[in-house]
């Protein structure tokens, strides 16, 4: 009786038409996503065009260019989820998708690398479309589906950074690199509109008169274990996972030593990456909801430990495709399983904020992962790095309580 009561009240608190919302979010974010991976694997070449023309500048300037929104987010993140929780996490999709478009069209008249990189930094303090759309269907949808909810938004990224690069190749070679970035532009104010005409946000009364800051959302978090414990699993998961990309067009060439198709082979691996993971994250999710998060969040790290050491010992270019597209299938799992997990403990009236904090988490480990993959190449050689990549795996094993859902069963 008590259940079937409970039961009752979720679905009375459940928003209206919260299917519709999260496809028209992800539309958006698939539009917004085609539109960002468009641009970003041509950054050298823009460089290039507007004069920066030294091999070593290119390379640091690129790097720099690409952190650049990281450094911003991971400090504006949580404040954007606080803001959320006050005036509507729906508007903060909306100012993401804007904010982005506004960046972008500037960044089609820099003339010089740093006006570039100031951009870039100005992008990640407005912009943050991934973890606004997150948060907002974090909380609209029924809570015995938000793994899943969280698991088919995620495909949206993955499968619009698999079409991204061809289209801005295209769109480059027929337009030109800063039309591309007008073109963006365009593309990511179609879903900040899209988003605002079409999405219906269930305000829950208690969030809309209670406020909580930023700090007072990151002091509920680390007065949390749960939750403290959640954020941390956030970070080195996300640092374990960005340590290989980094290293595969090494491994390619490694493999096949001859090949003229480097930069074509290195796709094929991360397209073949891309579209199992997309295909992969909406099953975790699913089968998380009904069989709960910490078990197969094991299963997933555990697999991705075991994948990790076959790339060290991949003989050839086609056992590399497979290896890959079994590393999407485990890859996919853990920020599913760890968003969702955040989501269902996280009391509504803060979850903005909140997800806003796991949002900065996820992106200091996504900082830090590329920087420490080729370091660590450097130290131990490229196949061994991959050895080491599969014993971190091993080790995140040790922080996952036996349930990521109840704070009650945390051990």
């Known amino acids: 009786m008590g259940q079937e009561w409970h039961r009752n009240m979720i679905s009375q608190s459940t928003p ?179 988003v605002g005409l079409l999405v219906t946000e269930h305000r829950n009364t208690k969030s809309h008169d209670t406020r909580y800051t930023t700090f007072e959302n990151i002091r509920f978090v680390m007065q949390q274990p749960h939750l403290a414990r959640l954020m941390t699993l956030l970070v080195v998961v996300q640092f374990t996972l960005m340590l290989s990309p980094v290293l595969l067009p090494f491994l390619v060439e490694a493999v096949a030593p001859n090949t003229v198709f480097l930069a074509t082979m290195t796709g094929i691996l991360l397209m073949a990456r891309g579209i199992v993971g997309a295909l992969a994250a909406p099953w975790w999710g699913r089968i998380a909801d009904r069989r709960g998060h910490a078990g197969l969040l094991r299963i997933a790290l555990l697999t991705a430990a075991i994948v990790s050491v076959l790339h060290s010992v991949a003989p050839s270019f086609a056992s590399l495709v497979i290896i890959q597209a079994l590393f999407g299938l485990c890859s996919a799992a853990p920020l599913v399983l760890l968003y969702g997990a955040v989501s269902k403990v996280s009391p509504r009236e803060r979850r903005g904020g909140i997800m806003g904090v796991s949002s900065s988490a996820t992106q200091l480990g996504h900082l830090g992962g590329p920087l420490m993959g080729g370091a660590l190449a450097s130290i131990v050689g490229l196949r061994p790095a991959f050895l080491v990549v599969a014993l971190l795996f091993a080790c995140i094993l040790a922080l996952i309580p036996r349930s990521l859902r109840k704070p009650n069963d945390v051990s």
């Open 16 to 194: 209206p038409h919260w299917q519709r919302n999260l496809w028209i979010v992800w539309a958006a974010q698939f539009l917004g996503m085609i539109g960002m991976s468009a641009c970003l694997p041509f950054i050298p070449f823009y460089l290039r065009e507007i004069g920066t023309t030294d091999p070593e500048s290119v390379k640091l300037w690129s790097g720099l260019i690409l952190s650049g929104p990281f450094f911003a987010s991971i400090v504006v993140a949580p404040l954007w989820g606080a803001l959320g929780d006050r005036l509507g996490l729906k508007l903060m999709v909306v100012r993401a998708f804007i904010g982005l478009a506004l960046a972008l069209v500037f960044m089609a008249f820099v003339t010089t690398a740093l006006q570039l990189f100031m951009l870039r930094v100005a992008q990640g303090l407005v912009s943050g479309f991934i973890a606004a759309s997150i948060a907002f269907v974090s909380s609209q949808v029924p809570e015995e589906r938000s793994s899943y909810a969280l698991g088919v938004l995620q495909t949206s990224t993955s499968t619009g950074a698999i079409l991204g690069p061809v289209a801005g190749g295209l769109l480059a070679d027929t337009i030109g690199m800063r039309n591309v970035f007008v073109v963006v532009a365009a593309m990511c104010l179609v879903s900040g509109v899209a």
